[in-house]
């Protein structure tokens, strides 16, 4: 079975300090990667997907980027936050070979940027 | 681009009664997949429902949903609530033709009291 890994649980940060979230995932071979963004109350908002190590498209501009360097990892990452990065941040995978991309989330990150 | 419209952002209900959650949807693409997630509190959002054929009930867990490409609606029902439902249930739309994107609706809190 496939199992989903996120790090750290939760943080607490400065503003304009920098920020390294991951995600692993084990038991599934090339997934599909996905990074969600969730504010309290809000909706989901997918900021980036990956279909392969080394390749991240970005969905929407919030001042974050990510990275594949493993097969099984995702990270998320920024320089400098911004008080609107808090929130609740979500890694996913999603099978391939032409799928319905249903997702299946991590336990999350919730971040407060103070 | 692609959106999806949940028009009620709480629904409160009595134990017993019937759900109806609304779900529409607008895309570019002819073949949408469209999904259920719920999400209970601290907890990650999870697979309900999903669908791609037109016309075609899908149930799972109690709950049931038809695609209709016609109207571009994706309804979640259940013939009677349980407390166990209430949670924060998201709509939400794929399509291979678009790539690995997947847009959200804005949330449906479900609410059942006894």
């Known amino acids: 079975a496939q199992t989903i890994h996120q790090w750290p649980v939760a943080e607490i940060k400065a503003v304009g300090s920098p920020l390294s979230l991951g995600c692993t995932i084990k038991?599934?071979?090339?997934?599909?990667l996905y990074w969600y963004w969730q504010a309290t109350g809000g909706t989901l908002q997918q900021l980036f997907y990956?279909?392969?190590?080394?390749?991240v498209e970005s969905v929407v501009q919030l001042n974050l980027s990510a990275s594949r360097p493993k097969d099984d990892q995702f990270i998320l990452s920024t320089e400098k936050l911004l008080l609107s990065h808090s929130g609740f941040y979500l890694c996913?995978?999603?099978?391939?070979?032409?799928?319905?991309?249903?997702?299946?989330f991590g336990p999350g990150t919730r971040l407060t940027v103070l | 681009g692609d959106s999806v419209t949940q028009t009620e952002g709480l629904v409160t209900l009595t134990e017993g009664l019937p759900v109806m959650l609304n779900c529409t949807y607008q895309?570019?693409?002819?073949?949408?997949?469209l999904f259920w997630y719920v999400q209970h509190l601290n907890e990650s959002p999870r697979l309900l429902l999903k669908?791609?054929?037109?016309?075609k009930r899908t149930e799972h867990q109690g709950f049931h949903a038809t695609l209709h490409k016609s109207s571009s609606s994706f309804h979640l029902q259940k013939s009677s609530a349980q407390l166990s439902d209430s949670a924060l249930y998201y709509c939400?739309?794929?399509?291979?033709?678009?790539?690995?994107?997947?847009?959200f609706g804005s949330g449906t809190r479900l609410l059942v009291s006894p």
């Open positions: 990956s279909i392969t190590v080394g390749q």
């Open positions: 038991g599934k071979s090339s997934p599909n």
């Open positions: 895309t570019i693409y002819s073949n949408p997949f």
């Open positions: 669908s791609f054929t037109d016309n």
């Open positions: 996913a995978w999603s099978g391939t070979g032409g799928a319905s991309y249903e997702q299946y």
């Open positions: 939400a739309l794929s399509d291979q033709a678009g790539g690995y994107k997947v847009v």
